[in-house]
């Protein structure tokens, strides 16, 4: 007999514990986060269910879904859940549905399970957070829940694995039963709704009168859906006079009365409820109106002195091996244009940005603490009314702090936010954060031309400059916002409602495990990248239009007779690229740039940089060890220092430095950014105003701060 | 007296959820736990005095903006 694929889905509440779960049941490493709204597309994956009295083993499909309240959604990732659901026609239809509630708040997330209950897909109930709710003197009895409900109840610890086995023998027996239990609603409809209901049954031919009713309330979320059919349901709607605000809120009440009895006899409290002691005593100091502040200052600058500081230990010593590396390849390797490719153009470049790698590790592992521990959620609530200054919302907070990391999943967590209006401002001002492919360019930038002294004895002053480039990033994000609300209308008020997490530890394998992560796609994102833009920055280095680089080679050495050998060796290698494909470039958009204080050189990189910021600093290696003597090889920042202006000066003048520095601070420079905006925004419209913004923003700034430093 | 709401609780003050003003907010509060006879408390004011943190019956904690929270008639 072959047995297909089952497929189940996971359903529950924001923050219930969805996606541990799902990690736990499928062994893959989900994001999962203490706040609600971290989940924000569907994601799948599979586990095998071992087989049971004869039966063999079979493959199920689990797909995780976003957290939502109710089958009503509210913003754009929990319109997911009820695509899926109220289709059964859509690929990820589920055979059960898996209900995750947190057992600390029962009720409340009984709401959903009715609502999902009454769709008609078996269900089964997973009670979750049971140490929560035990911390909570709160006990339930699993065994009443489910005959209360009627539904498979299943303890489980997604943290801890606890009771998954359990949870899989109860999936294979609902997905195994061969007759469908008779539908018991637990909400019944009243007045004219089971007319309408009937009505849109038989035209939909739909056996569930539920799902009919989502049909009615729904239709306009509804993908699958088509204009016809949805205006046929609006004339229905007007021919029964059905009322839907006033019916969503008589059902959801209906609902609570029947839940309430349920809830009553099975959990049992040792007198009155409270939050655990540890969440009220750290919310007394967190929100606390002048230590809440002091203290989310104080660990943003304990963030840019790990990163900074801490980190510049392991960054010294790769730097340095990899330099030896370099130049322990070029030694070994037979001379000639293959051993140029590797050493100048292919390890150059990947050298200049594994260097990063701890600072990578270090930020990403931080923001994973702050949102594993239930901080996050604190900080969208001292931050709501200064968002709200500037037309964006408490939510936004999320996408702006982790767009310090990488604004590409930032953007994506602003699905979350359910205003429209708010949630383009904050797609639009994201990428102005700094994120950490900025990390290598400011830190290359500021070892050159800030001293590396202290300040008030334990700040480091490049860490202090550091936190003025986020700092400005951050500002130059939300005056933005201001800018741009100014423009955009609003179409509907905005409003905050946020359930606050209890406080959790943060698991350490898991913070381990974003650490490696982001590393890992790093390296290999950005390498990929950098590999390919330095192989072809290395042929159009050494290769030239005609015989124009012989020609530069000649002037260059007959220009200089006396000097030693070794500068006419440089003046060679310099004139050479001057002269080749890629200095043609720079020098073609060195009008444009010179104003910044840019030469041909920095132009080459900047261009190349378009692809993604972290190209820039490998660019530079690469052109800087073409155009220098090649015998030794330099550490990126040896380089840059030993560069000269056209003048014979240096070339990374504090004015060039910071010019830079403002430069990438504000300008749009990825391309996966662009794309990621295009597909939340639906269109070319809204990325391509954005880019053009954060352009002329940058082009002015730097302009300005070079002139004036100049 | 005029009918109190919750953006007029004093911190720690507790008080029954009665009624809600705004038809399309109460949807969402309703769904968030905030049902007519639950009880709830002012926890938290936020540093610039909005948003606050109620606790709804005991069971959790709930930030809401001022504009929400005076939508919300208690007794
Ligand atoms: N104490 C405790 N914590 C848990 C349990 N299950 C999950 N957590 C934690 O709860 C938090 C939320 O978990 P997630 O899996 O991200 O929640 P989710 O339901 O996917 O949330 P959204 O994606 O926002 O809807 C994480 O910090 C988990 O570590 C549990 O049984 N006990
Ligand atoms: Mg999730």
Redesign the pocket.
Same mark, same amino acid.
């Given at each position: 007999m072959k047995q297909e694929n089952i497929k189940i889905a996971l359903v529950? !509440? %924001? !923050?219930?514990?969805?996606?541990?779960?799902?990690?736990a049941l499928t062994g893959l490493r989900q994001?999962?986060?203490?706040? %609600?709204?971290?989940?924000v597309e569907k994601k799948s994956g599979t586990f095998r269910l071992a087989g049971s009295n004869g039966s063999s083993d079979r493959d199920v499909t689990v797909v *995780?879904l %976003? #957290?939502t309240y109710s089958v009503y959604p509210k913003s754009a990732d929990e319109g997911v859940v009820m695509d899926i659901l109220a289709n059964p026609k859509h690929p990820d239809y589920p055979a059960a549905v898996v209900v995750?509630v947190d057992a600390s708040n029962l009720q409340r997330n009984l709401l959903l399970f009715t609502e999902i209950s009454d769709l008609g897909i078996p269900t089964i109930l997973a009670l !979750?957070?049971? *140490?929560?709710a035990a911390s909570m003197k709160l006990t339930v009895n699993a065994v009443q829940l489910a005959m209360q409900l009627n539904v498979p109840v299943v303890k489980? !610890?997604?943290?801890?694995s606890e009771g998954i086995p359990n949870l899989q023998q109860a999936i294979r027996q609902v997905v195994e039963q061969t007759e469908k239990p008779e539908q018991k609603y637990f909400y019944v409809p009243k007045g004219n709704e089971p007319a309408l209901i009937e009505e849109v049954k038989e035209l939909h031919k739909l056996d569930n009168d539920y799902v009919a009713l989502q049909y009615v309330c729904q239709h306009d979320n509804f993908s699958f859906l088509a204009q016809p059919v949805r205006a046929k349901l609006d004339s229905l709607i007007e021919k029964y006079e059905f009322d839907e605000t006033g019916f969503l809120a008589d059902e959801t009440i209906a609902r609570y009365k029947t839940i309430k009895p349920i809830v009553e006899k099975s959990v049992k409290s040792e007198g009155a409820t409270e939050q655990p002691l540890w969440t009220r005593k750290l919310d007394k100091i967190l929100l606390h109106p002048l230590w809440g502040y002091v203290t989310f200052a104080l660990i943003l600058m304990v963030i840019f002195q790990a990163i900074f500081a801490w980190a510049s230990y392991p960054m010294d010593w790769l730097d340095e091996n990899t330099a030896s590396f370099i130049s322990w390849v070029k030694e070994v390797l037979p001379k000639g244009v293959l051993n140029d490719l590797i050493t100048d153009g292919v390890l150059a470049g990947i050298g200049g940005v594994i260097i990063f790698i701890p600072q990578i590790a270090i930020l990403f592992g931080l923001v994973s603490v702050l949102e594993?521990s #239930?901080y996050m959620a604190r900080v969208m609530v001292i931050m709501d009314k200064v968002m709200r200054r500037f037309g964006l919302n408490g939510r936004s907070v999320v996408p702006l702090i982790s767009g310090v990391a990488c604004a590409v999943p930032a953007i994506m967590t602003t699905r979350s936010i359910s205003s429209r209006h708010e949630r383009l401002l904050t797609i639009l001002v994201t990428p102005i954060m700094s994120c950490s492919a900025r990390l290598p360019i400011y830190s290359i930038l500021i070892a050159l031309i800030i001293p590396s002294t202290k300040v008030f004895g334990i700040f480091n002053m490049q860490g202090l400059v550091l936190f003025g480039l986020y700092f400005l990033g951050l500002a130059g994000a939300l005056a933005s916002a201001w800018i741009l609300s100014l423009f955009i209308k609003r179409t509907e008020p905005g409003y905050f409602m946020l359930e606050m997490?209890t406080y959790?530890v943060p698991?350490w394998g898991?913070v381990g495990f974003m650490m490696y992560d982001s590393v890992k796609s790093f390296v290999l994102e950005a390498g990929k990248v950098i590999l390919a833009i330095s192989i072809v920055l290395w042929v159009l280095s050494s290769y030239g239009p005609g015989d124009h680089m012989e020609v530069a080679e000649q002037q260059a050495v007959s220009a200089m007779p006396q000097a030693p050998e070794e500068e006419v060796a440089a003046a060679v290698a310099s004139a050479r690229l001057e002269s080749s494909y890629a200095g043609n470039f720079g020098r073609f958009i060195e009008p444009v740039i010179r104003p910044l204080g840019y030469d041909w050189k920095i132009g080459i990189a900047l261009l190349a940089s378009f692809a993604a910021r972290e190209v820039f600093v490998g660019t530079m290696a690469t052109i800087y060890s073409i155009s220098g003597d090649s015998e030794d090889v330099l550490t990126v920042k040896e380089r840059l220092v030993k560069e000269k202006n056209d003048h014979g000066g240096p070339m990374y003048t504090p004015a060039v430095c910071y010019s830079l520095l403002i430069f990438y601070v504000f300008a749009m420079m990825c391309m996966s950014t662009i794309a990621v905006v295009y597909r939340e925004t639906h269109g070319w419209k809204w990325p391509l105003i954005q880019l053009g913004y954060l352009m002329v923003l940058a082009y002015v700034s730097a302009f300005s701060v070079y002139q004036l430093m100049s | 007296m005029s009918v109190r709401t919750v953006s007029q609780l004093q911190k720690g003050e507790k008080a029954v959820i009665r009624s809600f003003t705004d038809r399309v907010m109460s949807l969402k509060l309703l769904e968030m736990g905030c049902v007519p006879g639950c009880e709830v408390r002012l926890d938290a004011v936020a540093p610039l005095g909005d948003p606050i943190c109620i606790n709804v019956g005991g069971c959790y904690s709930l930030s809401l903006r001022l504009n929400e929270a005076s939508t919300i008639e208690i007794e």
């Open positions: 529950g !509440n %924001p !923050n219930a514990g969805k996606s541990t779960l799902f990690n994001k999962t986060g203490n706040f %609600p709204g971290v989940t *995780d %976003p #957290g995750v !979750n957070m049971l *140490d929560v489980i !610890n997604a943290r801890t594993e #239930g997490p959790k698991r898991h | -």
